[in-house]
């Protein structure tokens, strides 16, 4: 079992920046792919960057690429999103997830992890 718990999110204007945290627990913390995901209201969740079981592998969906970064920390067994130039568009609730498929890679499915936090609303406004 893993237990994942985001913080970080909150109210930014257009342009501003956001940190998201990702804390694990239960499950050695170099097994697993992790991921972030997120849901606007009235969407479907959708992929937005993930990062390898050793860190040294990340990928990031068309949308965020440039903006966003993904990394993991061993020592603090947390995953991180970076998030700058924010836009209104990012408006979402935020879920951190984990996967115990690291062969499957890159994994940008909803149905490829195992494991999901409960989210951090994060808001863009104009």
């Known amino acids: 079992q893993v237990q994942l718990v985001e913080s970080g999110g909150g109210l930014v204007q257009a342009g501003g920046s956001l940190r998201l945290s990702c804390a694990a627990s239960?499950?050695?913390?170099?097994?697993?792919?992790m991921g972030w995901f997120r849901q606007a209201h009235g969407k479907e969740r959708e992929f937005v960057a993930a990062?390898?079981?050793?860190?040294?592998?990340?990928y990031l969906a068309d949308s965020v690429k440039g903006r966003f970064t993904i990394s993991r920390e061993y020592g603090a067994n947390t995953a991180y999103l970076q998030m700058n130039s924010l836009k209104p568009e990012d408006t979402a609730v935020y879920y951190c997830a984990a996967s115990i498929a690291l062969s499957r890679w890159p994994n940008t499915r909803t149905s490829g992890y195992d494991y999901w936090g409960q989210g951090t609303q994060v808001t863009v406004s104009s």
């Open positions: 239960g499950r050695t913390f170099n097994s697993y792919t």
């Open positions: 990062v390898n079981w050793s860190g040294l592998s990340t």
